[in-house]
T-cell receptor, first 114, second 116 residues
Framework: DAGVTQSPTHLIKTRGQQVTLRCSPK?????VSWYQQALGQGPQFIFQ???????QRGNFPDRFSGHQFPNYSSELNVNALLLGDSALYLC?????????????FGNGTRLTVT | AQTVTQSQPEMSVQEAETVTLSCTYD???????LFWYKQPPSRQMILVIR??????QNATENRFSVNFQKAAKSFSLKISDSQLGDTAMYFC?????????????FGGGTRLMVKP
């Protein structure tokens, strides 16, 4: 049973560029959340997707957008990259309507903006 | 909005000994979950233990247990018989159970080093 998979594992971009990160949820999960983890800090919630719609959003600018596909996989897009966007981006999946179901995290994508 | 505070940036413990990691939180909600996650160098967040706020009994998972003090809004993690593999970042996290979302609010983390 595959867990949460993220790609790529590492990425280097230049300021002003755009980036797309990908996530496949754990088998049986239908909800995907994205988190940004700056170096030495705890993860910060970006947004959550369920039924191909953004359901919740954290305090992140519109440069951060996402998408969920019919197979429940998800993409995180960041436009006009800033140096401060350098971080580990974590994807987590869960089952909607099951509060006892814990989040399952992927290994993350390390984004470096130069 | 909820906040989670971990006041110990780093801790160390000798192998086989016991260590306690602290966490406090602030919320006006009454129905919520609290979690401890472990993040080893592999970067994956691994759930260690969770506590439902409505349960008075403290959660335990093998060598891991919590001391949940709801009135004090405190949620500490005790690791007994520490092992080298317990070396990692530990994050305390809060989840409001009053909506359909799964948003977690994390603390800043505690880096735990288990010494042989």
């Amino acid at each position: 049973d595959a867990g949460v998979t993220q790609s790529p594992t590492h990425l280097i971009k230049t300021r002003g560029q755009q980036v797309t990160l990908r996530c496949s949820p754990k088998s049986g999960h239908d909800t995907v959340s994205w988190y940004q983890q700056a170096l030495g800090q705890g993860p910060q919630f970006i947004f959550q997707y369920y039924e191909e719609e953004e359901r919740q959003r954290g305090n992140f600018p519109d440069r951060f957008s996402g998408h969920q596909f019919p197979n429940y996989s998800s993409e995180l897009n960041v436009n006009a990259l800033l140096l401060g966007d350098s971080a580990l981006y974590l994807c987590a999946s869960s089952l909607q309507g099951a509060p006892n179901s814990p989040l399952h995290f992927g290994n993350g994508t390390r984004l470096t903006v130069t | 909005a909820q906040t989670v505070t971990q006041s110990q940036p780093e801790m160390s413990v000798q192998e086989a000994e016991t260590v306690t990691l602290s966490c406090t939180y602030d919320t006006s909600e009454s129905n919520y979950y609290l979690f401890w996650y472990k993040q080893p160098p592999s970067r994956q967040m691994i759930l260690v233990i969770r506590q439902e706020a409505y349960k008075q009994q403290n959660a335990t998972e093998n060598r891991f247990s919590v001391n949940f003090q709801k009135a004090a809004k405190s949620f500490s993690l005790k690791i007994s018989d520490s092992q080298l593999g317990d070396t990692a970042m530990y994050f305390c996290a809060f989840r409001n159970n009053n909506n359909a979302g799964n948003m977690l609010t994390f603390g800043g983390g505690t880096r735990l080093m288990v010494k042989p």
